[in-house]
């Protein structure tokens, strides 16, 4: 455990040096949040509520999704672990003293950690300036909603890495990771479950979406202490489900990896 | 300076030949490239269909109005890649000192550059954009004008990336900000100029010219305006020519790294 700890403090600290390059992406984030927020305020012309929600509503539920999704952007999960497979390191990676995909889990929280506080704080000033504060928040549910975002990313990094792995198999994993990336955006960004047709919503709820995405940012929209109950077991049933996953298709992947010597 | 332009003419032409012969030299991979374009495009007709349970119209925009705007976009966009891909890689140039190779050839430097590289995936954006055409908004004329109007748009995308990328002649590290800058002209031509107020198309008219590449074509398809067309013509060619005078007078800022290392 403690050497995990250790590569969380080490990367943590090398993420904390680049940070200024992240000030730029803020500059884009907040661009694309602009022309957003100026479509729904079209949408939204006529009508005072769609689906259950306001137009204040829907412009954080696409912050809080935004910020989950910008946050959790870390090479480590998917650049870094196909790379490895791809250049054959992974077999040197395997020989040291911890589980690569733990090593890789913990390195991935780290780097997104810093990135993640971020954007939820440029996030928070935006949806301030913007459409003001979310109706009904407390104290409360702002800290009950914090372990709830940090499980979204830690999914969301897991998600990414276990699609990393297919490049045991196939040549470059990246195109998975871009349907995935889209199937993200457009069914757990853009809208919130209620707004799809009731089959696709109830599909969705048992997807990872619902823990990723839609859960958290409705979570922090209408607090209350059973729904966090509810996206909290969810989550935790998620990350047991894709551990299994990613276990059996990394043992199946280095079962089946061939190294040539150099 | 006819024969120069043929000969200029030429030479782009021939560069085109050779990137496409080598991009297809790997084919699974160019075909992977495509088809994902292709998907990544296509997903954001699901949000439109959603957006359209939600209201009837935006504006007066249909569906298939909403369509052009991304046939409109996603063509101009896969056609200035697959031409002028170089222009993306000015700042590469300039902070790696790669241009020496493309002054020392008795050619045009600009067109020599930005015809040194295609992107593959965005034969993808193309084809999806006559997709999307023909899906939503077929008719013979439509496509004769498409066909043209996204030869427009195109020359506008790339004259409007030379123009930020010919920053990095003055600033250091300029790149990531040009980046930011192609991304609100694609975001900006993506979406109906209806929905945004008017500081914000004042800007996509001028400083970030998106509206003349997707916004002026979509209205063109839908009703033919030959002034517009015209002015469309014209507003273009000062695009081009603004392109062309900041990288020249960039050029005379570029110092060279003395690099040693063959074209590939």
Redesign the interface.
């Known amino acids: 455990m403690k050497k995990y700890l250790y590569i969380i403090k080490t990367t943590f600290n090398d993420s904390i040096q680049y940070i200024s390059s992240l000030f730029i992406r803020f500059i884009g984030f907040a661009i694309t949040m602009s022309i957003l927020l100026s479509l729904w305020t079209f949408i939204y012309q006529d009508n005072t509520t769609i689906s259950g929600y306001t137009l204040k509503e829907m412009f954080w539920y696409l912050l809080l999704t935004e910020t989950i999704t910008f946050g959790s952007k870390s090479p480590v999960a998917t650049n870094e672990v196909k790379n490895c497979i791809k250049s054959g390191n992974i077999a040197y990676q395997i020989n040291k003293p911890y589980h690569y995909i733990i090593y890789s889990i913990t390195k991935y929280f780290a780097d997104t950690l810093i990135r993640f506080i971020a954007f939820t704080i440029i996030s928070t000033i935006l949806g301030l300036i913007y459409v003001g504060p979310i109706n009904n928040i407390s104290i409360i549910s702002f800290i009950s909603c914090i372990p709830v975002f940090l499980l979204a990313v830690l999914i969301t990094g897991m998600i990414k890495i276990l699609i990393s792995l297919t490049s045991f198999w196939v040549e470059d994993s990246q195109p998975f990771q871009m349907i995935y990336s889209k199937i993200i955006l457009i069914f757990g960004i853009f809208f919130p479950i209620e707004m799809f047709p009731k089959i696709i919503g109830n599909i969705l709820r048992y997807t990872p979406i619902y823990s990723v995405s839609y859960g958290p940012a409705k979570l922090m929209l209408s607090y209350n202490f059973s729904f966090f109950l509810n996206i909290l077991i969810t989550q935790i049933i998620t990350i047991i489900i894709i551990s299994i996953i990613i276990n059996i298709v990394y043992r199946r992947g280095v079962r089946k990896l061939n190294v040539n010597g150099g | 300076m006819l024969t120069e332009v043929k000969n200029n003419l030429k030479i782009m032409f021939l560069s085109l030949k050779y990137n496409l012969i080598r991009v297809m030299e790997n084919r ?2 160019f075909l ?2 495509v088809s ?1 374009m292709i ?2 495009n296509a ?2 007709i ?2 439109w269909l ?2 359209f ?3 009837e119209y ?2 007066s925009y249909t569906l298939n109005d909403i369509m052009l705007f991304w046939a409109i976009s996603s063509g101009s966009y896969g056609l200035a890649n697959i031409l002028f891909n170089g222009a993306n890689k000015i700042p590469e140039y300039i902070e790696n000192g790669k241009l020496d190779a493309y002054l020392v050839m008795p050619k045009n430097v600009l067109c020599h550059v930005i015809t040194s590289s295609t992107e593959p995936s965005a034969w993808g954006d193309l084809i999806y954009g006559y997709i999307a055409l023909i899906i939503f908004n077929f008719s013979i004329k439509n496509i004769f004008l498409y066909s043209l109007l996204i030869i427009i748009g195109a020359l506008i995308y790339t004259s409007f990336v030379i123009i930020c990328n010919s920053f990095t002649f003055y600033f250091i590290r300029f790149s ?2 040009s ?2 800058l192609k ?2 002209f694609i ?2 031509s993506i ?1 109906p100029d ?4 008017r500081a ?1 198309k004042i800007i996509f008219f001028t400083l970030i010219p998106c509206a003349l590449a997707s916004w002026v074509p979509v209205h063109l398809i839908i009703e033919f305006n030959i002034y517009h067309f015209i002015l469309l013509i014209l507003a273009t060619n000062i695009l081009i020519i603004i392109a062309f005078f900041l990288f020249y007078q960039g050029l005379k800022r570029y110092t060279s790294s003395n690099l040693m290392e063959a074209r590939s």
Request: glycine letters at 6%; zero cysteines.
């Open positions: 699974v991979s992977t490239s994902m998907f990544n997903s954001f699901i949000q959603t957006i349970t939600l209201v935006i504006g990531e900000t980046e930011i991304d609100i975001n900006g979406y209806v929905i945004f107020n914000i």
